[in-house]
């Protein structure tokens, strides 16, 4: 059966006079995120990117303005006297808003809710784009993580913890992207922040690293959907998406380089997809396209919400079975109960009752 991604132009639209719906994009100024963020505006959505400075949120700003009038200016010459597409043009879009963090930086993620729960009530989605650091040389954050841990995991869980109220008002959605490279996670998961991979070379052990972060946040988000059956969390292997601008601390690597540009190229050419399908995956389950189960009779008594909530899918927006490890429910316990440790042992305060 071949598979295809949904047409986002039909997902369901929030006119935003109506009814306030609200998103969170994290690294959303950027490549997939960038894509999301657009994506979300379209539809209706009031959309906090949150980035590292001003300037990019600025350029990201500036581009999705521009490519929403690209977009109306063609549509309208090109049907304009079609009147379904006359009531499209006149749709309201949404409204975009900055919330500076810096994933490497806990402090600076905490400063960034409490500037959201200041201004919002409620949060419809919680979205993680990816754009963590990847095959990096091990460096610990000024927080004690791993680089690659706290970009990719340790902040994402922060953020989704300490924004626990204002998703569960919404009864609102959490979705992570994740990576086939969780794959690579052979090992429990008991231990994480002690599991570095600090051995040579750098460059092969960074993707384990990688690996390690995207394998917790499946994990975590097995739990906190049982923990908080209101809301619906969803891990997203949108396929590989390779921009060489990540990797450059490889390909820019003394006569090595070379080899990792060339098979970034190859691997993109056979098995990429673009920053667009790679937010597409995305979009499609945040805005209720979930395409995923079996006609069973349980998929027939109970909700498609209730079935896959905390479940891992594919570009397609298919629930499929992530690793073992991932999968395994007792270590994705573990890996709650020690996140949650290890974010109070740095005086940050997580609700008792998690």
């Given at each position: 059966?071949?598979?295809?991604?949904?047409?986002?132009?039909?997902?369901?639209?929030?006119?935003?006079?109506?009814?306030?719906?609200?998103?969170?994009?994290?690294?959303?100024?950027?490549k997939?995120?960038?894509?999301?963020?657009?994506?979300?505006?379209?539809?209706?959505?009031?959309?906090?990117?949150?980035?590292?400075?001003?300037?990019?949120?600025?350029?990201?700003?500036?581009?999705?303005?521009?490519q929403?009038?690209?977009?109306?200016?063609?549509?309208?010459?090109?049907?304009?006297?079609?009147?379904?597409?006359?009531?499209?043009?006149?749709?309201?879009?949404?409204?975009?808003?900055?919330?500076?963090?810096?994933?490497?930086?806990?402090?600076?993620?905490?400063?960034?809710?409490?500037?959201?729960?200041?201004?919002?009530?409620?949060?419809?989605?919680?979205?993680?784009?990816?754009?963590?650091?990847?095959?990096?040389?091990?460096?610990?954050?000024?927080?004690?993580?791993?680089?690659?841990?706290?970009?990719?995991?340790?902040?994402?869980?922060?953020?989704?913890?300490?924004?626990?109220?204002?998703?569960?008002?919404?009864?609102?959605?959490?979705?992570?992207?994740?990576?086939?490279?969780?794959?690579?996670?052979?090992?429990?998961?008991d231990?994480?922040?002690?599991?570095?991979?600090?051995?040579?070379?750098?460059?092969?052990?960074?993707?384990?690293?990688?690996?390690?972060?995207?394998?917790?946040?499946?994990?975590?988000?097995?739990?906190?959907?049982?923990?908080?059956?209101?809301?619906?969390?969803y891990?997203?292997?949108?396929?590989?998406?390779?921009?060489?601008?990540?990797?450059?601390?490889?390909?820019?690597?003394?006569?090595?380089?070379?080899?990792?540009?060339?098979f970034?190229?190859?691997?993109?050419?056979l098995?990429?997809?673009?920053?667009?399908?790679?937010?597409?995956?995305?979009?499609?389950?945040?805005?209720?396209?979930?395409r995923?189960?079996?006609?069973?009779?349980?998929?027939?008594?109970?909700?498609?919400v209730?079935?896959?909530?905390?479940?891992?899918?594919?570009?397609?927006?298919?629930?499929?079975?992530?690793?073992?490890?991932?999968?395994?429910?007792?270590?994705?316990?573990?890996?709650?109960?020690?996140?949650?440790?290890?974010l109070?042992?740095?005086?940050?305060?997580?609700?008792?009752?998690?």
């Open positions: 059966m071949e598979h295809k991604y949904a047409d986002l132009a039909t997902l369901p639209y929030t006119d935003p006079e109506k009814e306030h719906r609200v998103a969170i994009v994290l690294n959303g100024d950027k997939c995120g960038y894509h999301i963020s657009l994506n979300l505006y379209n539809h209706g959505y009031t959309v906090y990117i949150g980035c590292r400075n001003v300037a990019n949120y600025t350029k990201a700003y500036e581009q999705i303005k521009l929403v009038n690209k977009t109306n200016s063609g549509t309208k010459t090109k049907r304009k006297n079609n009147a379904k597409q006359e009531t499209a043009e006149k749709k309201n879009f949404g409204r975009l808003e900055y919330l500076p963090m810096d994933m490497k930086d806990l402090k600076t993620v905490m400063r960034a809710v409490l500037r959201f729960q200041k201004a919002e009530e409620r949060l419809d989605l919680l979205i993680d784009s990816g754009g963590g650091y990847i095959g990096v040389a091990h460096q610990t954050t000024k927080d004690g993580f791993d680089l690659q841990l706290q970009t990719n995991y340790v902040s994402q869980a922060l953020c989704a913890l300490l924004l626990l109220p204002q998703i569960n008002h919404a009864k609102g959605k959490i979705i992570f992207m994740s990576s086939v490279c969780h794959f690579l996670q052979y090992q429990t998961c231990a994480f922040e002690k599991q570095t991979y600090d051995y040579s070379p750098s460059f092969i052990f960074s993707w384990f690293r990688y690996g390690l972060a995207k394998t917790l946040c499946i994990q975590f988000l097995k739990i906190l959907a049982i923990k908080n059956p209101s809301i619906t969390c891990s997203v292997n949108p396929g590989i998406v390779i921009n060489t601008n990540i990797f450059s601390s490889l390909t820019t690597l003394p006569v090595l380089g070379i080899f990792f540009w060339l970034f190229q190859m691997v993109t050419l098995f990429g997809v673009s920053e667009q399908k790679g937010a597409a995956s995305v979009v499609q389950l945040a805005l209720g396209r979930e995923s189960l079996p006609n069973t009779k349980e998929h027939n008594t109970k909700s498609s209730d079935l896959v909530s905390g479940k891992y899918f594919n570009k397609y927006g298919i629930a499929i079975n992530p690793s073992p490890v991932a999968n395994n429910l007792d270590n994705s316990a573990s890996t709650w109960i020690l996140t949650v440790r290890l109070r042992d740095r005086n940050i305060q997580i609700p008792s009752d998690l």
